[in-house]
């Protein structure tokens, strides 16, 4: 029998994520994010909770978008399902846009 990786992810909502960074997400093609993930429809994004923001200049992960990240993988989550119908966590700055 193989052996199986398991990841896990959480979904919270696309608040934690500022207008600027929210349009990057939508207009970047994924390939050329500062972070792997991807598209989630018209929904939101997936993304991997990266441990450490090494880039810089257009490389550099955004603050606010770092910032689910590190909280994700306090959580233990490897992976962050940002959807426009998710709830808002605690800990996390919200923006309003």
């Given at each position: 029998?193989?052996?199986?990786?398991?990841?896990?992810?959480?979904?919270?909502?696309?608040?934690?994520?500022?207008?600027?960074s929210a349009k990057l997400l939508d207009t970047v093609p994924s390939s050329q994010w500062p972070c792997v993930g991807g598209r989630y429809g018209d929904y939101g994004w997936f993304l991997h909770a990266h441990e450490e923001n090494c880039g810089t200049g257009k490389d550099r992960i955004p603050d606010d978008i770092f910032a689910v990240m590190t909280w994700a993988r306090q959580q233990g989550f490897e992976y962050v399902l940002v959807d426009c119908d998710a709830d808002s966590v605690d800990g996390l700055p919200s923006y309003d846009w």
């Open positions: 029998m193989s052996s199986l990786e398991v990841r896990t992810f959480v979904v919270i909502g696309t608040a934690h994520v500022t207008e600027a």
